[in-house]
């Protein structure tokens, strides 16, 4: 009888070790285990064990930025469906919608959230920005403007920027696929 009451104590001890599932964890596991992904997006989880961080990749193949490959880091905090991930584009980039801080303006991010949206929505989202900027809803103001005022200068000015040059005053990093 001591016997068995020892064993149970073990195993309750052992199931206190482990670290319990969240509910975040159980939604963004269902989440990642739907996603459709084109071959232009591929994610990369730096510690598998860690669900609630991981990395996309964004790599167009079609628009003004086609040719180019594009790092956002997601955040997915405890309360995941009912925040949405928080998502920083990693290196800055001249874009209307992403400021150079790497915060992106993407309405479903911020007040079109809703639970029922998934990652696959938010990484379709993302991908979108690089086939259709939007110069209405910007946090690059300059970039925007430059958009709406003169389209041909904002493609010349993506180029320059996606080989590593200088927009004005700011120096962006090469963001072509490195051979």
């Given at each position: 009888?001591?016997?068995?009451?020892?064993?149970?104590?073990?195993?309750?001890?052992a199931a206190k070790?482990?670290?319990?599932?969240?509910?975040?964890?159980?939604?963004?596991?269902?989440?990642?285990?739907?996603?459709?992904?084109?071959?232009?997006?591929?994610?990369?989880?730096?510690?598998?064990?860690?669900?609630?961080?991981?990395?996309?990749?964004?790599?167009?193949?079609?628009?003004?930025?086609?040719?180019?490959?594009?790092?956002?880091?997601?955040?997915?905090?405890?309360?995941?469906?009912?925040?949405?991930?928080?998502?920083?584009?990693?290196?800055?980039?001249?874009?209307?919608?992403?400021?150079?801080?790497?915060?992106?303006?993407?309405?479903?991010?911020?007040?079109?959230?809703?639970?029922?949206?998934?990652?696959?929505?938010?990484?379709?989202?993302?991908?979108?920005?690089?086939?259709?900027?939007?110069?209405?809803?910007?946090?690059?103001?300059?970039?925007?403007?430059?958009?709406?005022?003169?389209?041909s200068r904002f493609?010349?000015?993506?180029?320059?920027?996606?080989?590593?040059?200088?927009?004005?005053?700011?120096?962006?990093?090469?963001?072509?696929?490195?051979?």
């Open positions: 009888m001591i016997k068995i009451w020892s064993m149970k104590k073990n195993e309750d001890a070790k482990k670290p319990k599932t969240s509910a975040a964890q159980i939604r963004v596991q269902k989440d990642l285990t739907e996603l459709d992904l084109p071959s232009t997006m591929k994610t990369n989880f730096p510690n598998p064990e860690d669900l609630l961080n991981f990395e996309l990749t964004i790599t167009p193949d079609d628009g003004m930025y086609k040719g180019g490959e594009f790092l956002f880091t997601f955040t997915i905090n405890s309360n995941y469906p009912h925040d949405p991930p928080k998502v920083k584009c990693v290196p800055k980039i001249y874009h209307p919608n992403l400021d150079l801080e790497g915060n992106v303006c993407l309405n479903i991010l911020r007040e079109d959230w809703k639970p029922v949206l998934n990652l696959n929505a938010v990484m379709v989202g993302l991908q979108y920005l690089f086939l259709e900027p939007n110069a209405d809803d910007p946090l690059n103001k300059e970039a925007a403007k430059d958009l709406r005022e003169n389209r493609a010349q000015n993506v180029r320059t920027s996606m080989r590593g040059g200088y927009v004005g005053d700011e120096v962006y990093a090469d963001v072509r696929p490195k051979a």
